[in-house]
Each structure stands twice: as structure tokens, then as C-alpha cells.
Nanobody
Framework: VQLQASGGGLVQAGGSPRLSCAAS????????MGWYRQAPGKQRELVAI???????NYADFVKGRFTISRENDKNTVYLQMNSLKPEDTAVYYC????????WGQGTLVTVSS
């Protein structure tokens, strides 16, 4: 299984980019897919998860601002990011849970103030 994350870049505070995570296989088989992030000098942390059935869970610091969704026919999971803040600057990683956990390569989001 390969995961390809894209959509990062330099964004102004308040911006609304959308990250995409394309899987090399059908995502319907995954029990869950998620987005994590790692800021410089910090540990990787959960941002959002979407389960196979569609239920979602968010970190408190993105609730109301970010939305995770999955499009099974495109084998892609998205992270819509709204009202970005400079503290959202990080490398964003997607992952998928099957018999083990798979990680994508990460996409850097830099938020300028």
C-alpha cells in the first residue's frame, strides 16, 4: 500500500487549502484513515481520523476548522483546512489502518502571518 499526500505549500493565515491523500489500493478495505502533523521540534500528533463507516474524530485544536472526508471511488482522503493559523505550520502525514499502519510521505504546510 502506498499513500501519496499532496496539497501543501505556503498559505497566508486565514487561508483554506485542501490536502489530498491518494492510496494505491481501494480505501474501502481500510478500517480507518487519518491525518497527523509534525511541527518542527515537536512530536507527531493526530489531526483527524475517518473510519470506514464514515465516523470522524478531530483533535481539539482543529475542531470547527478542519474537515476530513473520504471519497472511496477515488481512493482518496481529504483534509479541508480552514482559518489556518501560523501554529498550524507542520508536515502533514496521512495514514491508513489495515493489517498494519501505512504512512504517506508527508506534505509541508507553512502558514504565514
Amino acid at each position: 500500500v502506498q499513500l501519496q499526500a499532496s496539497g501543501g505549500g505556503l498559505v497566508q493565515a486565514g487561508g483554506s487549502p485542501r490536502l489530498s491523500c491518494a492510496a494505491s489500493t481501494t480505501i474501502f478495505s481500510f478500517s480507518a484513515m487519518g491525518w497527523y502533523r509534525q511541527a518542527p521540534g515537536k512530536q507527531r500528533e493526530l489531526v483527524a481520523i475517518v473510519a470506514r463507516g464514515g465516523s470522524t474524530n478531530y483533535a481539539d485544536f482543529v475542531k470547527g476548522r478542519f474537515t476530513i472526508s473520504r471519497e472511496n471511488d477515488k481512493n482518496t482522503v481529504y483534509l479541508q483546512m480552514n482559518s489556518l493559523k501560523p501554529e498550524d505550520t507542520a508536515v502533514y502525514y496521512c495514514n491508513a489502518v489495515l493489517s498494519k499502519i501505512y504512512w504517506g510521505q508527508g506534505t509541508l504546510v507553512t502558514v504565514s502571518s
